[in-house]
């Protein structure tokens, strides 16, 4: 994929997790593009376990960060203001589901950034579809099944310069020839 003149190496080495956003909504094509390309993450054989939920509602996505921020123990936004929460979650009936949502979300991540916006993933998805308030959501969008929260990808600008990539540790990899 190039996007911006970065090949995918240069993409993985270069996105970050981003803390700080802009309020300014993300079009929905760019956001259909992202979550077009969280549907191609690989899954356990071929069963699709994930779903995405996109929101753009502000008052649903201040619902969201309320009860994140709650069950985190803090009243500050865990969405660091940004305009756009992707919420994936997998069918635990798949043996594979965490690791299939995981390369959703991975997906989503890189995409966005190939595309100019700004993501960080955001944890605590897992408790919030476990409480009445996520089921709620779920039964409201029709969704049924044993679903499991996987986590968030917020999007949006970034507001600020990409925080530089730390140095990577020297036993990361190991080689047996």
Same mark, same amino acid.
């Given at each position: 994929?190039? *996007?911006?003149?970065?090949? =995918?190496?240069?993409?993985?080495?270069?996105?970050?997790? /981003?803390?700080?956003?802009?309020?300014?909504?993300?079009?929905? +094509?760019? /956001? +259909?593009? /992202?979550? !077009?390309?969280?549907?191609?993450?690989?899954?356990?054989?071929?069963?699709?376990?994930?779903?995405?939920?996109?929101?753009?509602?502000? *008052?649903?996505? +201040?619902? =969201?960060?309320?009860?994140? !921020?709650?069950?985190?123990?803090?009243?500050?936004?865990?969405?660091?203001? !940004?305009?756009?929460?992707?919420?994936?979650?997998?069918?635990?009936?798949?043996?594979?589901?965490?690791?299939?949502?995981?390369?959703?979300?991975?997906?989503?991540?890189?995409?966005?950034?190939?595309?100019?916006?700004?993501?960080?993933?955001?944890?605590?998805?897992?408790?919030?579809? *476990?409480?009445?308030?996520?089921? *709620?959501?779920?039964? =409201?969008?029709?969704?049924?099944?044993?679903?499991?929260?996987?986590?968030?990808? /917020?999007?949006?600008?970034?507001?600020?310069?990409?925080?530089?990539?730390?140095?990577?540790?020297?036993?990361?990899?190991?080689?047996?020839?």
């Amino acid at each position: 994929m190039k *996007e911006y003149g970065k090949d =995918l190496l240069t993409l993985i080495q270069t996105r970050r997790s /981003i803390r700080k956003f802009k309020p300014d909504m993300v079009p929905k +094509d760019i /956001i +259909d593009k /992202i979550t !077009a390309a969280g549907t191609y993450a690989p899954t356990g054989m071929n069963r699709q376990s994930p779903i995405i939920i996109a929101v753009t509602n502000k *008052e649903v996505r +201040d619902r =969201l960060s309320k009860l994140n !921020a709650e069950i985190m123990g803090t009243d500050s936004d865990p969405f660091y203001g !940004a305009p756009v929460v992707l919420i994936v979650l997998a069918n635990k009936a798949s043996a594979t589901y965490i690791y299939d949502g995981s390369l959703v979300m991975s997906n989503l991540m890189l995409t966005a950034h190939a595309l100019g916006i700004g993501s960080c993933w955001i944890h605590r998805a897992k408790e919030e579809f *476990e409480r009445p308030e996520g089921r *709620e959501i779920l039964k =409201l969008l029709g969704i049924e099944g044993e679903y499991e929260g996987i986590g968030h990808c /917020i999007l949006g600008y970034a507001d600020g310069d990409y925080p530089k990539a730390a140095d990577r540790k020297k036993d990361w990899v190991y080689t047996i020839d």
